[in-house]
C-alpha cells in the first residue's frame, strides 16, 4: 500500500576510491548497507590520519568546546540542544579548514587550562588567607619547627580550660615546657609550644589528649604578616589576570559555530571509516551490498558510474530476500507511522496499517481527551514543538502526531460541551454553561458507553476488511468469506438483538438481527471446521469455532474504556475547579482560583494526556492489529550524514 | 436508636467515598514509588532518559485518579458535597457496594503495574526506543482498573438517593 519498494544494490569499486564513494553514499543518504563482520583495518583506514587530528579524542575536545561556546554564547544560548542550521558549503569547508579550527581550539584549551590553573591557585590562596588571618602578627617563621635543642607546635586549643589542663599535666610530666598564649577568642586558644627534643614526643601525646590542633603545614615560610600580605599583593594581580583571560576566551566564543561545524565533519569521517571497516574484498578491488529505493536505484547507479570507476547493478529483490521498509503516507497520515514503527514495522510483504489507524487513533484519542481547552493547550504545544522550534527525532514525531489529535480533543471537547471541565460554568457561578453539540457524557453516561462500544465494532470491522482484503490478495478469497464474513452477521446480529427496537422508532429490527446471527453462526458451524475428512469431527470443530465469540465480546467491551477516560479527564478537571472556587467571587477568591487552576489542569492535562495516548496505542495494538497485522519488518536505516550540533539547510 | 440508623446513611456513604479514595491511592503511591526507585537507579547511569522513565512513572498512578473520581462521585451524587446529610441507611449500604470494585481492583491493579511498569524500566534503560511497549505492556493491567471504575460509576450514577 503504501510501502516504498526496494531494490538490492551489488558494487565493485577500486580500493583506492572506497573512501570516496562511501562519503558520497553518506552524504546521499539512500543506501543501507548490510551488515558484516568488521574486516581487520588495512593500515591507512586507522582512525588517525597523517595529521593526526580524526581521532576520538579531538572528536570529543570539539564537542566540549561546542557546548562551552554555546552555553556562553548569549545568541545561540536560548538553542538549548537543538540544532543549528548551516549551509552544506560551511560544513565542506569546515572540514578544509580543519587546520585552522583545530589551532583554534588548542589555543581555546590553552586558555581554558590557564583559567583553571589560575582558579586553583586562588582558591589556595583564599585557604591559607583564612588559617593565617588569626595568626597575624605572630613573629614565629612558620617553616621552623625545630632549633638544635628544642621544638617548636604552633596551634590552637578549643578553650582556656583545655588549655589550663594541658599546662597542669605539663608541669608534671615536662616542666621545660613553655607555652605562649599568642591569641583567645571564643573558638580557640592560639598558643606556641616550645619544648626540649628528648621530650617531643611526651608532649605531643599530651597536646593531642587535651584537643590541641596544630596550625597546618600548607608548606609555608615566612611570618604570617609577610605571608598575608604577599597573597594580597597576588590576589589583585590574579584577579586582573583572570579578567584578561576570561576575556580572552569570550573571543573564541565566537568560532563556537566552526567548532560544531568541524565536530559534525569528524562525525561523518568516522562513520565512514566504520562503514568502509566492514567491507570485504581484494587487495585491489572492494565489495558492498545493500538497498535502495526503487525509485532512486537506476539514478544512483547511473551517478556512481559517472563518478567512479565501478560496476553497480540494481535488481528488484529475490525470493527469499527480506528488504528493508521504508512507510511512506499522505502527510495527514504520516505522523501516525510512529505508532505503527513502536508496534513493529510492516515486512516487506504486509500491508502497512496508517492509513487505517489515523483515523482511528485520531478519533478515539480525542474522545479520550475531548475537551476544548486542553485539546487547545496541547495542540498549541505540540505546534510549538513541531513547526516553530522545527523538533526533529522521535520528539518531531511525537509532536506531530499529538498536534493532529489535539485537534480531535477540540473536536470532541466542542461535541461533549468540556472546557477544562466545568470552568465557564464555575466561574461565571451557572451562568454561562458550555453546551454540548451532541451530548453530555456526565449526565449521559450510558449513551457513551453504547457509542463507545459501536465505534468499537467499526473498528473492529475495519481490521476484520483489511484482514479479508489481505487474505484476497493472496488467493484465499474463498478461507475469507468463510472464516471471517460470518462474524459481520454474528456481531451485527446479536447488536440489533440487543439494541434493534431503539434504532429506528416504530420498526423493531430484532429479528432482522436474530436471522443474520443465525445465518453468520451456521456458516461457522458448517465450514469453522473444514480441514478434518471427519463430518462429525468438522461439526465439534465448527461448534468450537463459534466460541470466539468470547473473543470478539471482550473486544468490544474494552473500547467501554473511552468511557471512563472521557469520566475520568472531565469529572477531575471539575474537582480542581471547584476546589479552586471554594472561596468564591472575591480577588482572593479568583487569585487562589488561578493558582489552583494553573497547578490542577497542567497536571490533568498530563496524565490524561498520557492515559489517551496509551489506551488508544492499546486499542489499536491488541484489538485492533490482532485482527489482520503482525509487522515484523525492519526499518529502512540507510547511511547518511549523522551530526550533533548542525543541521543542513538544504542536501548537501 | 433511631438516631443511630438516621446517621447509618451518611456514615455508609462516607465510608464508600473514603474506601474509594483510600485504597486505590494506598496502591497508586505504592507503584509510583516503586517505579520510582528503579527509575533513579537508571538515571544515574543516563540522566537523559528522565522524560522516559517518568512517563512508566506516572502509569500506576491513574488508579489514585479513578479513586478520588469516584469518591467525588459518591460525594457528589448523594448530596454530601452540597451539605445535604439525610439519606437512609439503605442508600448508604447501596453506595458502600458500589464502591467496593475501584476501591479493591484499583489497590491490586496499581500495585500490579507497578510491577510492570518497574520491569519497563530495565527494558527502557536497555533499549530507549521500545518504550511504548513498555507502556502498553503496562496498560494492559490498568484495563481492569477501569472496568472496576466503570462498574463503580455506573453503579454510582443508578443510585437514587433517599
Known amino acids: 500500500m503504501s510501502v516504498i519498494e526496494m531494490s538490492r544494490l551489488t558494487l565493485v569499486g577500486l580500493a583506492t576510491q572506497k573512501a570516496d564513494i562511501m562519503e558520497s553514499l553518506i552524504r546521499l543518504g539512500a543506501v543501507e548497507l548490510d551488515e558484516m563482520p568488521p574486516q581487520p583495518t588495512p593500515e591507512s583506514l586507522e582512525p588517525y590520519d597523517e595529521r593526526g587530528f580524526l581521532s576520538l579524542n579531538s572528536v570529543s575536545r570539539l564537542e566540549a568546546a561546542a557546548e562551552y561556546c554555546r552555553l556562553q554564547d548569549p545568541q545561540s544560548h536560548h538553542m538549548g540542544s537543538a540544532k543549528r542550521l548551516a549551509r552544506a558549503e560551511d560544513f565542506i569547508l569546515a572540514g578544509q579548514r580543519e587546520q585552522e579550527i583545530m589551532g583554534q581550539l588548542h589555543s581555546f584549551e590553552h586558555i581554558q587550562s590557564q583559567i583553571a590553573q589560575l582558579r586553583t591557585s586562588m582558591a589556595q590562596d583564599e585557604t591559607v588567607r583564612e588559617v593565617l588571618t588569626p595568626w597575624d602578627g605572630l613573629e614565629l617563621d612558620l617553616a621552623t619547627t625545630a632549633t638544635r635543642e628544642t621544638v617548636v607546635f604552633a596551634g590552637a586549643f578549643p578553650s582556656r580550660d583545655t588549655l589550663e589542663a594541658f599546662l597542669a599535666q605539663a608541669r608534671e610530666e615536662a616542666p621545660e615546657t613553655h607555652v605562649e598564649v599568642f591569641s583567645e577568642d571564643s573558638a580557640s586558644v592560639r598558643v606556641v609550644v616550645i619544648t626540649l627534643k628528648f621530650r617531643e614526643g611526651l608532649v605531643h601525646t599530651g597536646l593531642r589528649q587535651h584537643g590541641f590542633h596544630l596550625l597546618p603545614a600548607l608548606g609555608l615560610s615566612g611570618k604570617p604578616r609577610q605571608i598575608l600580605a604577599d597573597i594580597a599583593d597576588h590576589s589583585d594581580d590574579n584577579q586582573r589576570r583572570l579578567e584578561r583571560l576570561e576575556k580572552e576566551l569570550q573571543d573564541f566564543v565566537i568560532l563556537g559555530k566552526d567548532f560544531e561545524l568541524l565536530h559534525d565533519y569528524y562525525l561523518l569521517q568516522s562513520d565512514k571509516i566504520d562503514a568502509l571497516s566492514c567491507l570485504p574484498g581484494t587487495a585491489n578491488t572492494f565489495y558492498l551490498t545493500g538497498w535502495v529505493p526503487k525509485k532512486l536505484a537506476a539514478e544512483i547507479t547511473r551517478a556512481l558510474k559517472q563518478r567512479f570507476l565501478v560496476a553497480a547493478e540494481a535488481r528488484p529483490p529475490a525470493e527469499g530476500e527480506s528488504p528493508p521498509v521504508q512507510l511512506n503516507n499522505h502527510t495527514l497520515v504520516k505522523p501516525f507511522e510512529i505508532i505503527v514503527e513502536m508496534f513493529s514495522p510492516p515486512s516487506h510483504e504486509d500491508v502497512d496499517p496508517s492509513p487505517l489507524l489515523a483515523p482511528f487513533f485520531f478519533l478515539f484519542f480525542g474522545m479520550m481527551l475531548s475537551d476544548v481547552g486542553y485539546g487547545l493547550v496541547l495542540t498549541g504545544l505540540t505546534g510549538y514543538l513541531a513547526f516553530k522550534k522545527k523538533a526533529t527525532g522521535e520528539m518531531g514525531r511525537m509532536s506531530r502526531m499529538l498536534f493532529i489529535s489535539g485537534i480531535g480533543s477540540i473536536i470532541w471537547g466542542f461535541l461533549f460541551g468540556g472546557f477544562f471541565g466545568d470552568m465557564l460554568t464555575v466561574l461565571s457561578q451557572g451562568k454561562i454553561v458550555v453546551p454540548s453539540l451532541w451530548f453530555n457524557p456526565m449526565v449521559e453516561p450510558m449513551t457513551l458507553m453504547v457509542w463507545s462500544m459501536v465505534f468499537g465494532v467499526l473498528h473492529l470491522f475495519t481490521a476484520m476488511g483489511a484482514k479479508i482484503y489481505l487474505l484476497a490478495k493472496t488467493g484465499k478469497l474463498f478461507d475469507a468469506l468463510v472464516d471471517v464474513v460470518p462474524w459481520y452477521l454474528v456481531i451485527t446480529g446479536l447488536g440489533l438483538m440487543l439494541g434493534g427496537d431503539s434504532l429506528i422508532p416504530g420498526v423493531s429490527l430484532k429479528f432482522a438481527g436474530q436471522v443474520m446471527a443465525i445465518a453468520g453462526a451456521v456458516v461457522l458451524l458448517l465450514f469453522g471446521g473444514r480441514d478434518s475428512k471427519n463430518p462429525i469431527l468438522r461439526l465439534v470443530k465448527g461448534l468450537l469455532s463459534l466460541y470466539n465469540i468470547t473473543a470478539y465480546f471482550s473486544d468490544i467491551l474494552s473500547y467501554t474504556r473511552i468511557l471512563a477516560l472521557v469520566l475520568a479527564t472531565s469529572v477531575i478537571a471539575m474537582v480542581f475547579n471547584k476546589l479552586g472556587f471554594m472561596l468564591g467571587p472575591t480577588p482572593v477568591g479568583y487569585l487562589v482560583f488561578t493558582v489552583t487552576a494553573l497547578i490542577g489542569h497542567t497536571l490533568n492535562l498530563a496524565l490524561s494526556a498520557l492515559s489517551a495516548y496509551v489506551h488508544t496505542s492499546r486499542l489499536h495494538y491488541v484489538e485492533f492489529f490482532s485482527k489482520f497485522y503482525e509487522g515484523g519488518g525492519r526499518l529502512f536505516k540507510p547511511l547518511r550524514i549523522r551530526t550533533r550540533f548542525i543541521q543542513f539547510d538544504h542536501k548537501p | ?162
Not at chain 2, 512517563?55 to 500506576?60: K, M, S
Not at chain 2, 458500589?98 to 518497574?118: C, D, N
Not at chain 2, 527502557?124 to 518504550?131: D, F, G, H, M, W
Open chain 2, 1 to 162: 436508636m433511631n438516631e443511630l440508623i438516621s446517621l447509618m446513611g451518611p456514615g455508609l456513604t462516607l465510608l464508600a467515598g473514603a474506601l474509594a479514595a483510600l485504597l486505590p491511592g494506598i496502591g497508586s503511591a505504592k507503584g509510583v514509588g516503586r517505579v520510582g526507585e528503579v527509575a533513579t537507579g537508571v538515571l544515574t547511569e543516563d540522566p537523559a532518559k528522565f522524560g522516559k522513565v517518568l512517563i512508566l512513572q506516572a502509569l500506576p498512578g491513574t488508579q489514585g485518579i479513578y479513586g478520588l473520581l469516584s469518591w467525588f462521585m459518591i460525594m457528589n451524587s448523594s448530596g454530601l458535597l452540597s451539605g445535604s446529610a439525610s439519606l437512609s441507611w439503605q442508600t448508604g449500604m447501596a453506595y458502600l457496594m458500589a464502591s467496593l470494585p475501584i476501591a479493591f481492583v484499583g489497590l491490586f491493579s496499581a500495585v500490579y503495574q507497578g510491577r510492570v511498569a518497574e520491569a519497563g524500566i530495565a527494558l527502557v534503560a536497555k533499549r530507549p526506543q521500545e518504550q511504548s511497549k513498555a507502556l502498553v505492556l503496562a496498560a494492559m493491567v490498568e484495563t481492569y482498573a477501569i472496568l472496576a471504575l466503570l462498574a463503580t460509576v455506573l453503579s454510582v450514577l443508578n443510585i437514587k438517593p433517599v
